[in-house]
């Protein structure tokens, strides 16, 4: 489910609906589970599920929706408070980070690094070859990082 | 050029594991029934064993059936009664009169040799 999650926020970017998504995406799974031909592609299958249901979603969403619910500060109390606020401050900067990848980059980073794939685990399942995914994971890493250093440069400034 | 694994632990949803195991709890809800319908539809180790036991009793009937016929073809005694009309057979099997010319160690004589042609028998 995590994977299907790391897919569906590669394509959405908001943690709340990648979440929703993962769901749908692994209840659709399991009640097509007859479909799957090869049991060794269960993964690849999987995150195909995940893609096309976030790109449905942020279809439907985007005519819908102005402000995304991931934008809205949680409501808590005391210390709970401090540390979700910390967290979601935390993810509102790593998404903004991600921004300006692709959608494949974002989606290799997030699998390697949030899931813990291997590259041959992510070449297998995204169909690409293990040269292209570490090329995409380097590439993703350095800009996430050079973003985050900017902002940082900028806060110190402010 | 550092290449470290990012830290993306705040976008982890199992940071908040009450949360997401009431998204896991949600999704096992929802496929149960398609589980269960399954696991029913499913055959019982029984009706597999018998479904085998449809095919293959009846392959190793044949297959017996096979084995025994070759076994006795082959074991099968030789002796005079198999010997046919052949007249190598014939001789093999002692079923052969030798003629007296043969027996007398003498030249056949054209009377012997019309007996042998139209048959001693």
């Not at chain 1, 985007?62 to 210390?79: C, I, K, Q, Y």
């Not at chain 1, 974002?106 to 399942?125: C, F, N, P, Q, Y």
Request: net charge negative; no cysteine.
């Amino acid at each position: 489910m995590r994977t299907a999650y790391a897919v569906a926020l590669s394509v959405l970017r908001q943690p709340a609906d990648a979440e929703d998504v993962a769901q749908e995406t692994m209840v659709t799974a399991w009640q097509k589970l007859d479909q799957l031909d090869d049991p060794g592609r269960f993964r690849a299958w999987v995150l195909q599920i995940a893609r096309r249901r976030a790109l449905n979603f942020r279809r439907d969403e985007s005519a819908r929706r102005e402000l995304p619910l991931d934008a809205a500060a949680p409501v808590a109390s005391g210390e709970a408070t401090d540390r979700e606020t910390l967290r979601h401050d935390l993810r509102a900067r790593l998404l903004g980070a991600m921004d300006g990848l692709t959608d494949e980059e974002r989606t290799v980073l997030l699998l390697h690094d949030l899931d813990g794939l291997k590259h041959r685990e992510i070449a297998a399942s995204l169909d690409l070859p293990a040269g292209t995914v570490r090329y995409h994971l380097f590439n993703a890493r350095r800009a996430v990082r050079a973003r985050l250093a900017d902002e940082r440069q900028e806060d110190d400034h402010a | 050029m550092r290449d470290d694994p990012l830290d993306l632990t705040p976008l982890d949803p199992s940071q908040d594991p009450e949360r997401w195991r009431g998204r896991m709890d949600a999704v096992m809800q929802r496929v149960e029934p398609s589980i269960r319908s399954r696991a029913a539809a499913a055959p019982t180790v029984l009706e597999l064993i018998r479904g085998w036991a449809r095919v293959a009793v009846p392959a190793a009937a044949v297959t017996a059936g096979l084995v025994l016929g070759i076994s006795q073809a082959v074991s099968a005694p030789k002796g005079p009664n198999l010997a046919g009309t052949d007249p190598v057979e014939q001789w093999l099997a002692g079923d052969v009169t030798i003629p007296a010319w043969l027996r007398a160690e003498r030249p056949p004589s054209p009377t012997d040799l019309l007996l042998g042609l139209g048959g001693a028998r």
